[in-house]
């Protein structure tokens, strides 16, 4: 599988492996990719590729008289079209989505690989409380690629091309510690104290798992502890501000099973609760992710304690377990901070894309050409025809309109969909469509046959029109 982008103009496209890189204390994952160009529009110039990191930290409905609540940053940048005689030599190493795409495109394609620095932060999305549909706050990566005659031409829109790209931490190693808090409180204006306990299940939670808590109180005061709370809260340390700090409520229960737990008395309970984005009061970090329905955010620790990036937007979770005996000095609360992250790789597909069948239909002809969830099963034979009364005499035969030649259809749209058709590919943070395409052998000249045969099997029907996007057929 394989992601690909075209320019508005169809004169440039790039094939990139995956949309979401790791960073790791020795170095970023690499972002491997082959560009296409037609020669014969870009003649004398030059193609450029740039890996820009985006902060933005304000809303872009408040930017008045050219003021940018944005900052951004080239991390690399390197000239992909023509290629300088001084990166011929580290072309020879290609991967094995490189080696296959190169072949298969011919002449005009051209590896390429972006390096990341380490000290980059991991991507990271704010949704403010308001209602809010601008350019993503936060920390963004996108790939840029463009033709110009220098690396400082301004790019037009026509003729280059944005992809969005992620950066995130993985957890490395196993904990085999238990988060554990414990408190004693003495009361105000009671004797003896109340002593509270908790602990986690894990240290490490993915993502759409359930937090367990195990509580355990012993009240050896004077007072009845009327009820029990249970938060899940996400903190949030933006380090550009000295007060860009602030909390949400991911998740809560409130109980009082077994409650009040009177003088002298023990209880031990287990909670669950399942961290979720909600109705929220402050900013709330989420995953950036290529749609508007997004998760929420992993935890970003610091590599280094020390160090404190400028565009680095810190996350971390903590549970909070509260005990309340009266109105007055009642409170006994306890903080078991955890973890929010991925323990391996997640295929980009799984996590930004609609999920596409792999597995081939059974038949034959047209049908198999179709995509797969597309391709109709063969009509069963009937076992037991039943004889059909007072037929009517057939009518003439209607001649059949000739097959629209391939000239008719029109290169596909990039940000399109046709009324009534399938649902819209995934869409781009940045605008724009990403398409996923096969990699295997054949190449135009496979698109073409499989566009013409797929219009005859459909007759009349415009369903795969000019803005359609058609999966490429080996």
Not at 274 to 293: C, S, T
């Amino acid at each position: 599988r394989v992601f690909k982008k075209t320019a508005p103009n169809g004169k440039i496209t790039v094939y990139v492996e995956r949309r979401e890189l790791v960073i790791r204390e020795e170095g970023n994952q690499p972002l491997h990719g082959v560009l296409f160009v037609d020669t014969n529009y870009v003649k004398d110039r030059k193609v450029f590729g740039q890996f820009v990191l985006t902060f933005r930290y304000g809303r872009e409905d408040e930017e008045v008289m050219g003021l940018r609540f944005c900052n951004e940053a080239c991390l690399q940048a390197q000239q992909l079209w023509p290629v300088p005689e001084e990166e011929r030599q580290e072309l020879k190493t290609l991967t094995p989505l490189q080696d296959t795409l190169v072949k298969r495109l011919g002449t005009g394609a051209v590896p390429f690989t972006f390096t990341v620095s380490s000290l980059a932060p991991p991507s990271v999305t704010l949704l403010p409380a308001r209602t809010y549909l601008g350019a993503p706050i936060g920390t963004n990566y996108d790939l840029r690629i463009f033709v110009g005659e220098t690396a400082e031409d301004k790019p037009h829109k026509r003729s280059s091309i944005r992809m969005g790209v992620k950066l995130y931490q993985l957890c490395t190693g196993e904990e085999r510690a238990l988060p554990y808090a414990a408190a004693s409180k003495q009361l105000l204006l009671a004797e003896g104290q109340v002593e509270l306990e908790a602990t986690l299940d894990k240290a490490v939670y993915e993502r759409g798992e359930e937090v367990t808590v195990s509580v355990s109180v012993s009240n050896h005061s004077s007072r009845n502890v009327r009820r029990i709370k249970i938060l899940v809260v996400q903190y949030v340390d933006v380090a550009m501000f000295s007060n860009g700090k602030f909390k949400n409520i991911v998740a809560s229960q409130d109980s009082t099973e077994g409650c009040p737990i009177t003088s002298g008395a023990a209880l031990a309970r287990q909670f669950s609760l399942h961290p979720a984005r909600g109705v929220i009061k402050n900013w709330i970090a989420l995953e950036e992710f290529y749609d508007r329905e997004s998760a929420l955010a992993s935890t970003v620790s610091r590599l280094d304690a020390q160090e404190r990036n400028v565009f680095a937007i810190y996350v971390s979770y903590y549970v909070k377990v509260k005990l309340f005996t009266s109105a007055i000095g009642g409170e006994v609360s306890v903080k078991v901070p955890f973890k929010l992250m991925r323990r391996s790789t997640v295929d980009d597909a799984e996590t930004n894309t609609s999920p596409v069948s792999e597995t081939v239909p059974e038949c034959s002809g047209v049908a198999a050409l179709l995509p797969s969830h597309e391709a109709k099963p063969l009509p069963q034979p009937m076992t037991d025809p039943q004889p059909v009364a007072d037929p009517q005499p057939m009518a003439d035969p209607q001649p059949v309109a000739d097959p629209q030649p391939m000239a008719d259809l029109q290169p596909m749209a990039d940000s399109q969909q046709e009324a009534g058709g399938d649902p819209a590919p995934p869409q781009d943070e940045v605008g724009g469509a990403v398409e996923i395409d096969k990699v295997g052998g054949g190449g135009p000249a496979v698109v073409d046959s499989c566009l013409r045969l797929c219009r005859l099997c459909l007759g009349s029907s415009n369903r795969w029109g000019a803005d359609h996007y058609v999966p490429v057929h080996v």
